[in-house]
C-alpha cells in the first residue's frame, strides 16, 4: 500500500465507485454509461459493471427507452454493510446528489447543467439566447 511522506496511507477514498455511479444516476437517470465514466473517472466497462451490480443488488431497473436506457432508482433500497443496515439508499443520496428523485417520487427530474450530451445522431438542443435586447 502506497504511503505519503507523513506515513499515512494514501489512495483511499470516502466515496466507493457504485456510490458514485448511482449518484450520477441520480441526477441524470438518462445518463450515458461514457458520461458516467468520465465524470466517475473510469473505465465505460467497470461502469458497466457497477451497473449491473446495482440492477441485480435491486438498487435501481434500467427501462430501454429508444437507443437509450433510462435508470429508475428503488426508493427503499437498505445499504448493504452491516454499520449502515438501518439507513436507506435515499439517506446516501440526499448526500451525494441533493437533486435526486427516486421511483416513488415521480418522474426525475434534473437541471440542465448536469444533462448528459446527445447522442450522435440526435439533435442539439438550440442554445439560449443570452444577449441583452
Known sequence: MASDEAGTRSGWTFVTNHARVLAAIARNPGVRLRDIALESQLTERAVQGIVTDLEQGGYLTRDRVG????YRITAGTRLRH???????????LDLLAPTHR???????????????KPDKGEPEPPAADNQAP
Not at 67 to 70: D, I, K, S
Not at 102 to 116: C, E, H, L, N, Y
Request: hydrophobic content about 25%; overall charge neutral.
Open 67 to 70: 437507443r437509450r436506457n433510462h
Open 82 to 92: 452491516p454499520a449502515e443496515a438501518g439507513l436507506s439508499v435515499e439517506a446516501l
Open 102 to 116: 427516486t421511483d416513488s417520487q415521480g418522474p426525475t427530474t434534473t437541471p440542465k447543467d448536469v444533462r448528459a
